[in-house]
């Protein structure tokens, strides 16, 4: 079992970049496959990067694919959110999230087990 804590997120012009953590408890973080997901007032949660338990594989979403990058630190038990040329659409709650699943990339909410108590992102224009 694994529990995400989320840092990082504020305030930030658009065309800035700013960058989340993650850290995950747990003594089996490179069990897990990891994802990243955001929120914004009004709307549903959506997918926006995932990364395999060995960190050799990633996806996007393609609304953030070429300015967001996600990574993650074996070792550290940690996985970033590097988000560069952000735009106001890009508010939200981001939300750090952990699979039991190991096997691929995952992009489906309902596919992750645990999740972080989400930490917000606020672009102005």
């Known amino acids: 079992q694994v529990q995400p804590v989320e840092s990082g997120g504020g305030l930030v012009q658009a065309g800035g970049s700013l960058r989340l953590s993650c850290t995950a408890s747990?003594?089996?973080?490179?069990?897990?496959?990891m994802g990243w997901f955001r929120q914004a007032p009004g709307k549903e949660r959506e997918f926006v990067a995932t990364?395999?338990?060995?960190?050799?594989?990633?996806y996007y979403a393609d609304s953030v694919k070429g300015r967001f990058t996600i990574s993650r630190d074996n070792a550290k038990s940690t996985v970033d959110l590097q988000e560069n040329s952000v735009k106001p659409e890009d508010t939200a709650a981001y939300y750090c999230?952990?699979?039991?699943?190991?096997?691929?990339?995952?992009?489906?909410?309902?596919?992750?087990?645990?999740w972080g108590q989400g930490n917000q992102v606020n672009v102005s224009s």
């Open positions: 999230a952990a699979t039991r699943e190991n096997n691929s990339l995952y992009v489906h909410s309902l596919v992750y087990d645990y």
């Open positions: 990364i395999t338990t060995n960190g050799d594989s990633t």
């Open positions: 747990g003594r089996t973080f490179s069990n897990y496959a």
